[in-house]
């Protein structure tokens, strides 16, 4: 049999690993396209990408199975385009867009869903001020953004100015090439009233997070699994991604049943995604905090642990038309997480563990993966795609046979690396 050829946005060597352990990989063929310096850092020239993709895509020589992605924008909104461009069974661009832009999809769910949130644009141009029905503390965001970036949560109207310096100088980076995609688009009016670089506020949602993983083929929505999002205390900081959830199995429900209600009236088809929600244990009450068209790539280990099969497998196999059929519990554990070791102040690293240390830390610690995020010389502020309050250090992925084994595995890896960091001469630390 002929190898499948199929083209990876943004393809990165964590990722081949990951790819190469979904069930048939030995009949695919992975390339990589676009790399992802282009597509994740610094400005974003999105018409540039596209039309570089296409004549890297129109050269192949040969027959191009599939164009897929697990990256968040552009990558979402490129696949679409590139698959439509070639041919090829891809997520349909306007569903992609009706969930990425926060403040058209805060409308959608409104419609289906009892328990949204309250949310106004901002006005960014003139005197900035709350809408009206809003009180503090409240989140600031750009109607499209990722990993936390320009998202403030603030207090009082002093915060609430910052928080609004920051956004109009940076909303540019994202928000304009964001307003490329809506003009391919056909936007309801209120949608295209404000386009792709307006402020969104909407009101403080509380409890434990959490999240589904999916996919729609042809219409039908299906959810693949429930994990849970844990921050580091008294911050909004992630510190680890687990799978599966450990929430009651009625929280976990009306999680699932949600996502299919939502993800029917969002339109979006022939695509993975993955929803992020506020759970109240106490009350039963569970609230979408946001709506990706994507799976996350952070979970693919997950379920490669407890699953057998990383989640990757179903981005490949929508990318080729079929049906995925995801197993359930033919890993190696019965739960895993990704852990965020972070550090809360800025600095110059000056010292990372080493390859032969990391490698000794994995030898002993059976079922760890370490991944090192900076390198020496590097400002931690510099870094992209870093929130707005602290910086991550290392990526962990620990697989375990219990929840409390595996905090034990991740305090025994943070116990063992060893960064060191300069902080003179920085003009203030973010703490």
């Known amino acids: 049999m002929n190898a499948i050829d199929i083209f990876v946005l943004g393809l990165d060597e964590g990722n081949v690993r990951t790819l190469e352990k979904i069930p048939g990989a030995d009949r695919f063929r992975f390339h990589p396209l676009l790399g992802i310096d282009e597509t994740q850092e610094g400005e974003i020239p999105i018409e540039d990408l596209l039309h570089k993709a296409e004549k890297e895509l129109a050269d192949f020589d040969g027959r191009i199975g599939a164009i897929v992605g697990y990256w968040d924008f552009p990558v ?5 385009m590139l698959c439509r461009k070639f041919g090829l069974p891809g997520p349909n661009l306007d569903g992609v867009v009706r969930c990425e832009h926060k403040y058209w999809s805060r409308l959608v769910q409104r419609t289906v869903l009892d328990d949204v949130p309250g949310f106004g644009i901002v006005d960014l141009d003139g005197e900035p001020r709350l809408p009206d029905g809003l009180r503090y503390p409240v989140w600031l965001k750009p109607v499209k953004s990722f990993s936390s970036e320009l998202a403030f949560h603030v207090h009082d109207d002093q915060e609430f100015d910052e928080a ?99 993800m029917r009236e969002m339109r979006l088809d022939n695509s993975t995604f993955s929803i992020e929600f506020f759970c109240d244990t106490e009350t039963g009450r569970v609230s979408v905090l946001e709506i990706n068209a994507r799976h996350s790539q952070s979970h693919a280990d997950m379920f490669l642990a407890v699953d057998g099969v990383p989640n990757h497998h179903c981005m490949v ?16 554990y019965e739960i895993a997480a990704k852990w965020y070791h972070r550090r809360f102040a800025d600095g110059v690293v000056t010292r990372v563990p080493s390859a032969a240390e990391i490698e000794e830390i994995e030898r002993e610690i059976p079922g760890v993966t370490i991944d090192i ?10 870094m992209p795609a870093q929130d707005s309050y602290s910086y991550e250090l290392a990526d962990i992925f620990v697989g375990a046979d219990s929840e409390a084994e595996m905090i034990r595995k991740f305090e025994r890896c943070v116990a063992a690396l060893h960064f060191e960091f300069d902080e003179t001469g920085l003009d203030g630390n973010n703490g």
Do not use: W
């Open 164 to 262: 609004v310096r920051q956004i109009r100088e940076g909303i540019s980076r994202v928000g304009k090439p964001f307003e490329f995609v809506l003009d391919q688009v056909d936007l309801p009016p209120e949608i295209s009233a404000i386009g792709g670089q307006a402020c969104l506020a909407e009101e403080t949602l509380t409890g434990v997070q959490a999240a589904t993983e999916g996919y729609v083929y042809q219409g039908e929505v299906t959810v693949t699994g429930a994990l849970d999002s844990i921050n580091y205390p008294d911050t909004p900081c992630f510190l680890r991604h687990q799978y599966p959830s450990q929430l009651p199995a009625d929280i976990v429900e009306r999680m699932s049943d949600i996502s299919r209600r939502v």
């Open 317 to 332: 196999q929508l990318g080729l038309g079929r049906d995925p059929a995801l197993p359930r519990g033919n890993g190696d």
């Open 76 to 80: 979402t909104a490129l696949v679409p």
């Open 373 to 382: 995020v900076p390198g020496v010389g590097t400002r931690l502020s510099d």
